[in-house]
């Protein structure tokens, strides 16, 4: 069973930056970062292929986050900008299997087969 450990949530300022980072214990397929509001229902947020070649952004973060990946040392980050109230939420990593290299649906929850335990990000206005 692989595990994901995120790391790098915080309290941070709207206009500031935050980098969260996800640690895998062994190597993953595509990987991806969703995120939960409180009542609401976790959505997507970003996802990056095996080795990094594609990737995919909500609209609501596009321009604003970047999304990248360690092969080798089985890490994946996210770089979040210009941070709004409304990202506000717990942010939770994902990985597929290692064979699954990127999907047709990488904003879907099914897509996944691993989720790590989420790291709070509140902005405050």
């Known amino acids: 069973q692989v595990q994901l450990v995120e790391s790098g949530g915080g309290l941070v300022q709207a206009g500031g930056s935050l980098g969260l980072s996800c640690a895998a214990s062994?190597?993953?397929?595509?990987m991806g970062w969703f995120r939960q509001a409180p009542g609401k229902e976790r959505e997507f947020v970003s996802a990056?292929?095996?080795?990094?070649?594609?990737?995919k952004y909500a609209d609501s973060v596009k321009g604003r986050f970047t999304i990248s990946r360690d092969v080798a040392k089985n890490t994946m980050s996210i770089h979040m900008t210009n941070l709004k109230s409304a990202d506000t939420a717990v942010y939770y990593c994902?990985?597929?299997?290692?064979?699954?290299?990127?999907?047709?649906?990488?904003?879907?929850?099914?897509?996944?087969?691993?989720w790590g335990q989420g790291t709070q990000v509140t902005v405050s206005s």
């Open positions: 994902a990985a597929s299997k290692l064979e699954t290299w990127w999907s047709t649906f990488p904003s879907s929850t099914t897509t996944y087969d691993y």
């Open positions: 062994e190597r993953t397929g595509m």
């Open positions: 990056i292929s095996w080795r990094g070649g594609s990737t």
